[in-house]
């Protein structure tokens, strides 16, 4: 199967697109491949997940760029309630202790790219 991760340098959004706190979900498609990723930006730093629940692998969001609670605070899985730090670590719900798979990305001249 094809791997449908978008290549190092790939420009995702400008960092003026993405509120503090705030997260912004992309696809990509290779052939028959998908990559679902999100970005999460809190406290200054952008960090990127592989758009995967440690729990049952559904994406996270429940509706687009839906990746945080309403206080910004946490990252929300949609479909059974699991809750991330932004490190990445859960730590509520059905798949605690786990943690999401890193994308890694990088900001430069304020724009968002796959590192
Ligand atoms: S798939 Fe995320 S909590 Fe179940």
New binding site residues.
Partial sequence: MTDARPPAGTRLCDLADLPDPGAKGFQFRAGDALFHGFIVRADDQVRGWVDQ?P????P?AFAPDRYLTTAGDMIL?G????LFRHDGLCIG???AGQSLIPWAVKVEDQTVFVA
Avoid: E, K, N, V
């Fill in positions: 629940c729990h049952a692998g559904l996270l899985c479909s059974h309630g699991a719900g059905p798949c």
